[in-house]
Every structure is written in structure tokens, then in C-alpha cells.
């Protein structure tokens, strides 16, 4: 790969042109890659429970003082601490043996980088530059080129890397350190963001170089994060082969060659381990062609979002896979669907839509965003949930603002930072010579595509009312594809070109195409409508989830607690507290015959069963608005056939 120009950089990193559009002629590095995602910076959030959603995280990265988050990184290169450390995971005892000190500053890092890029708000750009300077002078004064906030330093590492027992994953938590110095590289331009990260992977080119391959498997028995993928990035940074012939290093064959070869072993498996390691094989098939990479990232993800997954997207008990013939006896679980696992599926399929732009891709990234990630924010107090309970009567329980910090915490500061960064995608070059966007999401927002000069409108209240309006605010000279998904539970999609029919698409889940030279003023309307539907847990005939549109339904069990009481600093003891027994309805009827005896009450996503509730009907909410009160996701159907 010869040097890379700034915008090819981050073309290639998949995060798409931050500089004007040069009309440079962008290399075919990447194998196959059909579409490319459009800068964070070209799209802003309109109205909606998304930019609410949005206002809420940058409210709370507000909160947070970095010289808290960046206490122990001073402490272990010698220097005198600025603030006092934050609690949690970050420094009590309780989780000392996790050794995820330092991790929210990596999420941090990320997560303040992208709320810039999509808020363009200065003092979000002022942090991520603050954080980084201090992490220079941390790392000047080590002059090992390692960065951490670890309570014994290096000597986990160490430990690991010497084949001994270790304690903790401090792969894991460095891995986000480098995540966070490359997000605030490409999206706040920080050249000694740059710097630190190179010196960082320099450290950890360095520090393995005498393991042997087996030597080097053996370590990645322990939870490593997303190490292969962060390594592949920096590679494209550089264009140094070292950090290429890390990132492969990095790539746990335990995992990788079952998974290439179509066989899946991932019962019993770390969920959370497992998926950011598929999310670098993926990036490293599109950097290397490699066939292996790419069978495993394909083969996981049907897995995992065909087989695996509630009606959330979300994934997993207790924090791993299970037989998925086990189901219905995880169900009562209050540790079900780990927030991380959704947030890094969304990652996996955001990279293998843009490789593949199939709508099964499109579908489940709708389902999970507006289920689990949505609805892992408090509308009230901006903290995020860990698990997502499935046990039929609990409730949400959400982090404290300063005094949890898990790995949910982290994640979930970056989820609601990073919106706009699915709805739209553009054709790549090559192929097909005309140009082409896609809209993947139904998301209030606006576009501008530097490359051709348009700029796109999209208004809906979607998903309270099922149609969307896209307005071409300004034009292209020359004709486009304009590519809209038709979601696979619509049966039909109505399009209105300035208030003409012009077509009703008959194949849910696929994309529709408008080809046409647009001009300013255009108006497309489309009609998506929205039914119910029973959605069975999998294995289980007589169990199922309430299903509206892409929006899963939980019955609104009351026992409301206040807004505040929920929020907890102990993820072990998720499924003990406000577990009082509650009293859960059961469904009569046959599943198909169900969906026609629920009613709108007339409020927006809100039904009441009528006449099949036992002992009573129930009252049904989306779960992503759902909080502060007790609810029930899955039903028993007692005459189910
Ligand atoms: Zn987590």
C-alpha cells in the first residue's frame, strides 16, 4: 500500500472524507468493499428521541473531569495526580481484579471524539486535545512508550506475555486506549493523538516480539478486546508492516479457524471476548483479502444475530453464548443481553453492510439500535444499562454517573455519541459507474454528500408514525441512484415522488432503487407500514415477544420506583435488588390469532391486549422507552400452537 493522503486515510479506516472533496482517485486497497459511510461531520440529527438521546450522553461526558479519569495514568509515570480517581471499576477494590483501570478514559477519548465530529461543539474537540496532551506527558516521562493506569503498572502484561498466570484483562483495557488516541487522530485531526498512538503500538510491537507464534496463542486465551482490529487501523495510519504482522498476531486462531471453516463452537463462550475479535478479522479481510477472515466474520455474524439473539439483537446470560436450544431456560435470567455485546454486533454489521449492502444487515441493525442500544439510556437521568434483563417482571437497572463505570458504561457513552453514523452510505467507486446513495435507517436527520453537492432532508417521527420524507434540499448535475431499504417486516413500501405514486415495493428486505437526475425541491414520500407480529423465543413454541415494526413491545407492569433508584454500582449483584415478586400476565390464544386481538390506545407505540390477558389484559410499551418501572418481554401463550 503506497502512502495515504488524509482522505484516503480515512476512507480506508471507514470513517469516511473529513477534508473537502479533492477529486482524487481513491486506490482499491480494500477488498471488495461495496459502499463507504459518510463522515459523522456530514450528518446532523434532527429532532427526535435520537438527538434527545445524543444531548443526554454529551450532557453527561460534560460531568465527567478528565484529570479524575486521568489520575492513575499520571500516578504510574510518576507525577503528581490532579484530581482524585473515580470510583467503580475504575478503582475499588471489588473490581481490582478485573484490571480495567484506565478503560473509561479510552471510551471517553472515543466517545467525546465522535460526539465532535457529530456536534461540531468545541469543547468536546478542547477534552479529547486536553486527555491527549496529558497522555504525551505520561508517556514522555515512562519513555517506554506503554500508557496505563493499571494499580500494579505493567506487571499483568508482563505476566502474560512471560506465559505466566495473570490477573485480569489488561489486553482488554489497553485495547481501548489505542481505540481512543485513533478516534481522536481521525476525528479531532490530533497530530500528537497520532503520535502517542504510534509510540503505544511501537511499545507493543516491542514487548511481544519474542513470543512465539504458540506463545502468542496461549495469551489471547485472555479477553484482548478489539487488539487485532485497533492494530489494523494503525497499520493503515503508518503503513508500517509491523503493526500489520501485530494485528494478525492478534487474531485468536482458537476462534478464528472454526469459525472460517462454518463450524460454530461458541457455546459456552465469553460473548463480549469473542465479538471484537470478529469485528477485526473483518477489518482485516478488507485490508489483506484474506478468505479465512472473511468466512469467520460472515459466519459468526449469521450465527450470532440468526440464532443467537433475542428480539432485541441483544445476546447471551450471564455474559455468554448458551446451546440455542437453551433459550427458554435462560429466560429468567436478570442478566441476559450484555449492552457491549449490542454495541460491538453494531460495529461487526455496520463493516459487513458496507462490504455487502444486503438488507438482512440493514434489518438487524435497525432492530438493535432501536431496541437495545435506544433503550439502554435513562431518558432522566442519562446513565446506561449493563445487562438487559429477559427475567419476565424485572426492571432496567442503569449505571451511577460516577461511581460504576463498567464496561457498558463505556460503550455506552460511545453509542448515543455516534447516530449518524449508519443511516446513509454511499456507492464507492468502480462498479457501477453512477453515483449511489443508500438510506439504511429511518432517522431524522440531514445529509450533505461533499462529492456531488447534494444535500438530503429526512423528516419522520419514525417509529410513532411509519412514513419518512426525504427532501432534496440541493442537487446534483447528473443522475443517482437513490437506494432505500425496504425492512423485512413491512410487507409493502408505498413511494410518492412530489406527491405522484410512483412505486409499491412487494419485497421486504431488500432495497428499493430511484434513479432519476434529481433536482432541488424534490420530495419522495414513502408509506412503511407497520403491523404486529409474534416473534417466538427461539426453541420454544408457546413463549413469544410482541413485535410492532422493528419495535419490540414489553408489557408496562407498574411497581413504578423513582427515577435514580435504579441506578446501581454493582453489575454483580444485577437481578437481587427491586426483584420483588410481580405478578405477570399470560396470554390465551394461538400466536396467530394474538396480534388481532391487541388494540392502540391511541398514544404513540402504546397497545393493550383485549381479552386475551390472564388474569388481566396488559398494558404494552416499546422497551426503549421503558424505565423506571417493571416489565415483561416475553409471554407465555398458553393454548400456543
Ligand atoms: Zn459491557
Redesign the pocket.
Known sequence: MATLTRRQLLEALGVAPLLAAAQLSSPRTYADVALQPFSLTDVRLLAGPFLQAQKRDEDYLLKLEPDRMLHNFRVNAGLEPKAKVYGGWESVKTWEDIRAHGHTLGHYLTAAALMYASTGHEEMKRRVDYIVSELKQCQDATKTGLVNAFPDNSAQIDNLVAGRRATGVPWYTLHKIFAGLRDAYLWCDSAPARDVLVKLAGWAVETTKDLTDAQFERMLDVEHGGMNEVMADVYVITNDPRHLVLAERFCHKAVLTPLAKGRDTLDGLHS?TQIPKIVGFERLYQITGKPQYRAAAEFFWRMVAGTRSFATGGNGDNEHFFPIADFATHLDSAKTM????SHNMLRLTRLLFARNPTAAYGDYYERTLFNAILGSQDADTGMMT?FQATRPGYIKLFCTPFDSF???TG?GMENHAKYGDSIYFRGTAGGSQRDSLYVNLFIASTLTWRDTGVELRQTTSFPEAGRARFEIIRAASRRFDLHIRHPSWAATIGVRINDSAVETSRRPGSFITLTRTWTSGDVIDIELPMTLRMEPLPGTIDTAAIVFGPIVLVGALGHAVKAGEDLHINERTIGTPLNEPIEVPTLAGDLAGIPAKIRPTGEPLTFKTAGVGRPADVTLVPFYRTAHQHYNMYWKVQDAR
Open positions: 463480549n450484555e449492552t457491549c455485546c449493563y463498567w464496561c457498558c460503550t
